[in-house]
């Protein structure tokens, strides 16, 4: 309980204090920038609060495996979040800078980052999936269940075509980032889906702290799916750009969240607190 309140109380002080400079502010871009920072430092945070629950479990413990998964996605996130800082602040190496093909690679391709962190998370999640399984309790869903994992399908499809109006006529210096974001809106329903389906398993064995866990999880994915389709609409608005900003700020609490509840459990004892009997995450 303690955790919980910690991590939406950071989150809140984050929203609110962004909400109170927003009306003194002339140009919206230092907003964003400042909760830029404050998110990657939070997200720094969050990578060793996930390690820290993965030191919890024994080696031979199958709950450390997907916990590992989500380690590195995590770490491979915050990789790609210092590169985008370098650009934010014209920070990139000189050595990049110089040479065309670096220079290339280090703007079109090392984004893609974000995309390797999804998969691995995603990679954590199914293998999380497949422990509860593999223990008899398999994913049985209610039709609200299903209608929203569906609704998370269709989000690629609806931010393909709105960016699609959005952008039409628009010559971008930059045109391989509308395929970057349609890979992420994938990537990131696809760990939202996978999240609301093992907050399914979880009630299914009575809800509790590991039903927080993998919601957590989940408004995280959402989160940033949603960041996307809304940068997408509003075609490089500051504002807009200040609100996207701040999804990514609720992704990074989701999974501190996930984190510091899961972390709590494996301090304490017992079957219950351990979550499936060490199995499953």
Known sequence: MRARAMVVGVWLAGLVAT???APFVVQPRGLKL?????????EGVVVAAVVRVRGRFEAADEARRPWTLIGLGLGARLIA????????????????????????????????????GDLLIAGG?????????????GLHLRWRGWLTIAALGCLPLLHFFVQRWAWAGVVM????????????VVSSALVGGLSLGLVAVSRQMGGGALAWVWGAAATAG???ALGFLLGAWARGDPWVAVVDQALLWTFA????MAAAVRGE????????????????G
């Open 222 to 224: 959402l989160a940033r």
């Open 34 to 42: 400042g909760l830029f920072v404050a998110t990657l430092l939070l």
């Open 125 to 137: 999640l199914v293998m999380t999936l497949r422990a509860f399984a593999s223990l008899g309790i």
């Open 265 to 280: 459990m494996a301090a304490g004892t017992g079957s219950q607190a351990r979550g499936d009997g060490g199995r499953g």
């Open 173 to 184: 210096e930059d045109p391989g980032i509308l395929t970057f974001r349609l890979v992420s």
């Open 81 to 116: 979040e210092i590169r985008l800082w370098t650009l934010y602040f014209d920070a990139v190496p000189e050595f990049v800078r110089a040479r065309p093909e670096l220079d290339a690679f280090y703007l079109q391709v090392l984004r893609y980052l974000y995309t390797l």
């Open 19 to 21: 909400a109170g400079w």
């Open 253 to 256: 609490c989701g999974w501190l």
